[in-house]
T-cell receptor, first 112, second 115 residues
Framework: SQQGEEDPQALSIQEGENATMNCSYK?????LQWYRQNSGRGLVHLIL?????REKHSGRLRVTLDTSKKSSSLLITASRAADTASYFC????????????FGKGTRLSVIA | GAVVSQHPSWVICKSGTSVKIECRSL??????MFWYRQFPKQSLMLMAT?????????EQGVEKDKFLINHASLTLSTLTVTSAHPEDSSFYIC???????????FGPGTRLTVL
């Protein structure tokens, strides 16, 4: 069964605004990753945050992790129309060759 | 960054035929590859985990005799959908796990349509 649940399921914002997506999970994890998927395409890895980390930045992306609440958030600042895509969080329960467990995703639409 | 390719990118076949999808890691060795299936507007669901040189591990509910996985080398895994039916129509995505990391690199996906 899926581990992560993203919130909201869909988000529509104006270009230049910030977009925040949340992810909750059920069991203890080793790390949590965020991916982006353009319609009908493969996934692009955005950022990985480990269970002992609380916040990570990468360009316009900011990810937080609260293991006590079993939740993570992805913030995209100064959004662009090209950011329009589906965003998935995925958890890794044990480090190593274990698969990702994906959430249902958030569909982000950035309107120019 | 690491690159994973899939071939074909799309395929249309008749019901009852078999289809083979290739997944290649182009610039790294993937000791483990994963196969996922994604239905429209849904998330990715893991089908199986493939380790080079050994039998694949299938998720519950995935028929191993229907979805044959072969991971013959550190850069190639294949998924064969045998006796395909319309309900097998989906987007199939593979990923390769780079050794020593927790980062999976995804292929662009293969869209299978079974008529």
């Amino acid at each position: 069964s899926q581990q992560g649940e993203e919130d909201p399921q869909a988000l529509s914002i104006q270009e230049g605004e910030n977009a925040t997506m949340n992810c909750s999970y059920k069991t203890s994890i080793n790390n949590l990753q965020w991916y982006r998927q353009n319609s009908g395409r493969g996934l692009v890895h955005l950022i990985l945050i480990r269970s002992n980390e609380r916040e990570k930045h990468s360009g316009r992306l900011r990810v937080t992790l609260d293991t006590s609440k079993k939740s993570s958030s992805l913030l995209i600042t100064a959004s662009r129309a090209a950011d329009t895509a589906s965003y998935f969080c995925a958890t890794v329960l044990i480090s190593g060759n274990t698969p990702l467990v994906f959430g249902k995703g958030t569909r982000l639409s950035v309107i120019a | 960054g690491a690159v994973v390719s899939q071939h074909p990118s799309w395929v249309i076949c008749k019901s009852g035929t078999s289809v083979k999808i290739e997944c290649r890691s182009l610039d790294f060795q993937a000791t483990t590859m994963f196969w996922y299936r994604q239905f429209p507007k849904q998330s990715l669901m893991l089908m199986a985990t493939s380790n080079e040189g050994s039998k694949a591990t299938y998720e519950q509910g995935v028929e191993k005799d229907k979805f044959l996985i072969n991971h013959a080398s550190l850069t190639l895994s294949t998924l064969t959908v045998t006796s395909a039916h319309p309900e097998d129509s989906s987007f199939y995505i593979c990923s390769g796990l780079r050794g020593g990391t927790d980062t999976q690199y995804f292929g662009p996906g293969t869209r299978l349509t079974v008529l």
